[in-house]
């Protein structure tokens, strides 16, 4: 069976009500795009130093059905981010500019416990659980949050001047690029 030939792509509408319910157990696929302003974003927005204009995030998501042997067939969600924020510089304290673009794959499961068997050393493609109310505004903020760095920063020598207030000698104690927090250690163990 193979659903694409069936049932066409169904354009997702994109104000923030609807992607925070999306009915990913509907049998046709996705697509759409939109850009989410940082205030759409209550995580991210707590955390930004600053909102300038044109901070906030292209989104296009684009999904088809896939055959499992065995199984019915899976969705498979491809997602693009592409935007900018602003956060604190840790190394001299002033506003960073933070540009994002990444792209990922989904595979969407019926349960917890098929997304828990979901084989770790696939490290391309994410299982996701599906519902009929799936938060997607969710997910893609999870996916923002992920791809930030820890500990952000302006690129190497393009720090403000006089600004530190450490002294050169901090530049050789700075903290490691990935301290512990279990997003991260859960992708390092995935792409080992
Ligand atoms: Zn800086």
Known sequence: MNRNQVLPQVELSTTPDALRKVDFCASHPYKGGGF???????????DVSKIEFGDGFHWKLDTHFEDVHGGEPRQIVDLELNGRLHKVCQRCLKDCSLDLVEKRQFIM??????ADEHPIEDDYREPLVAS??????????????LSLPLIPKHPEGTCEPHASSFGDSMGELEAPEKPKNPFNILKDIKKI
């Not at 989410?36 to 707590?46: H, K, N, V």
């Not at 009929?132 to 999870?142: M, V």
Request: glycine share 0%.
């Open 109 to 114: 499961v019926p349960t917890e416990t098929e």
């Open 132 to 145: 009929q109310q799936f938060d997607l505004l969710e997910a893609i903020e999870d996916e923002i949050l």
């Open 36 to 46: 989410l302003e940082i205030s759409m974003l209550p995580r991210i927005a707590q």
